[in-house]
């Protein structure tokens, strides 16, 4: 079984940063691709940024140039650093990890969920 536990999450001014961290276990040969989502109240989850195994990077156009999406793939980690944070930023935000599963399948799993509140 893998799970994915997220940290980081918590309340901020508008404008300020924060770095959230994503750690997946469990039986973990590879992971494909990793990624963010959020979700805030009366909305439907959204992507806000994916990464692939190779470093390869996409972005929601609401956080481009704020939004920075790393992993760590020796430590199956997967990190998003969050500058200049405005309120409508504000939501649960849910790590995903695509992980290969028998032959040339896979497995999308979520963590639980970190919020992110932005307010002055």
């Known amino acids: 079984q893998v799970q994915l536990v997220e940290s980081g999450g918590g309340l901020v001014q508008p404008g300020g940063s924060l770095r959230l961290s994503c750690a997946a276990s469990?039986?973990?040969?590879?992971?494909?691709?990793m990624g963010w989502y959020r979700q805030a109240p009366g909305k439907p989850r959204e992507l806000v940024a994916a990464i692939s195994s190779g470093g390869s990077t996409n972005y929601a156009e609401s956080v481009k140039g704020r939004f920075t999406i790393s992993r760590d793939n020796t430590k199956n980690m997967v990190y998003l650093q969050m500058n200049s944070l405005k309120p409508e930023d504000t939501a649960v935000y849910y790590c995903t990890a695509d992980i290969p599963y028998g032959l040339g399948g896979s497995v999308d799993y979520w963590g639980q969920g970190t919020q992110v509140t932005v307010s002055s």
């Open positions: 469990g039986s973990i040969r590879s992971i494909n691709f």
